[in-house]
């Protein structure tokens, strides 16, 4: 079982760390709309993909991260109201976070002080999904909503640090459900917004 979490680990690290220093190329429209409470995270792993799926809406003042969505990806797979429509979704943390390398170079004194020995190279996909965790100001996510059954896929997730350096990019190459749309959460807000646009366009 460790051998091959070991495995998993140098994988993902492999594949993050061609991504870093990355930075997006796309043609951003971005729309605030809404803010949310987002909690620590101290786990040593990526960020849950679901997230938005259970954060509640808070006023923007009061909010410890604040979501946008890129006006310029919105698509839909039909010229009539509902079908499935896909999007680019930003969710910033409002505050104070180090870059990658910064929160790399902290983390291994940590392990290092930890463990009373210095790093190996077979620690390093750990420390890999533990600084990106740590680094992370930013995530961007690529959705489709379905308007019809209120349920949504998640394509894509890539992560950046505060100089909106591309950390990690994932893709969701093996999981193919839909998750159902919780009621009162940031991701029935962007439902809302998306499919009613969708509709409005389609009458127009």
């Given at each position: 079982?460790?051998?091959?979490?070991?495995?998993?680990?140098?994988i993902?690290?492999v594949a993050?760390?061609?991504a870093?220093g990355?930075?997006?190329a796309r043609?951003?429209?971005?729309?605030f709309?809404g803010?949310?409470h987002?909690?620590?995270?101290?786990?040593?792993?990526?960020?849950?993909?679901?997230?938005?799926n259970?954060?509640?809406?808070?006023?923007?003042?009061?909010?410890?991260?604040?979501?946008?969505?890129?006006?310029?990806?919105?698509?839909?797979?039909?010229?009539?109201?509902?079908?499935?429509?896909?999007?680019?979704?930003?969710?910033?943390?409002?505050?104070?976070t180090?870059?990658?390398?910064?929160?790399?170079?902290?983390?291994?004194?940590?392990e290092?002080?930890?463990?009373?020995r210095?790093?190996?190279?077979?620690?390093?996909?750990?420390?890999?999904?533990?600084?990106?965790?740590?680094?992370?100001k930013?995530?961007?996510?690529?959705?489709?909503?379905?308007?019809?059954?209120?349920?949504?896929?998640?394509?894509?997730?890539?992560y950046?640090?505060?100089?909106?350096?591309?950390?990690?990019?994932?893709?969701?190459?093996e999981?193919?459900?839909?998750?159902p749309?919780?009621?009162e959460?940031?991701?029935?807000?962007?439902?809302?917004?998306l499919?009613?646009?969708?509709?409005q366009?389609?009458?127009?």
């Amino acid at each position: 079982m460790r051998c091959s979490w070991v495995k998993v680990c140098i994988i993902v690290a492999v594949a993050g760390l061609a991504a870093v220093g990355a930075t997006g190329a796309r043609a951003d429209d971005w729309v605030f709309y809404g803010g949310s409470h987002e909690g620590e995270i101290n786990r040593a792993m990526l960020r849950d993909w679901y997230t938005l799926n259970r954060l509640k809406p808070v006023p923007k003042d009061e909010a410890t991260a604040y979501h946008y969505y890129d006006q310029d990806s919105v698509a839909s797979n039909a010229p009539y109201p509902g079908g499935i429509v896909r999007v680019w979704e930003r969710f910033v943390l409002q505050k104070e976070t180090k870059s990658y390398d910064e929160s790399k170079e902290e983390i291994q004194k940590e392990e290092e002080a930890r463990l009373k020995r210095k790093i190996s190279p077979l620690d390093y996909a750990w420390l890999f999904l533990h600084t990106v965790n740590r680094a992370t100001k930013q995530i961007e996510t690529l959705y489709e909503i379905n308007c019809d059954s209120r349920d949504f896929f998640i394509m894509e997730v890539n992560y950046y640090d505060r100089a909106e350096k591309r950390m990690s990019r994932e893709t969701n190459m093996e999981m193919t459900f839909w998750i159902p749309i919780r009621p009162e959460t940031m991701m029935e807000a962007l439902y809302k917004i998306l499919c009613t646009q969708s509709q409005q366009g389609s009458q127009n």
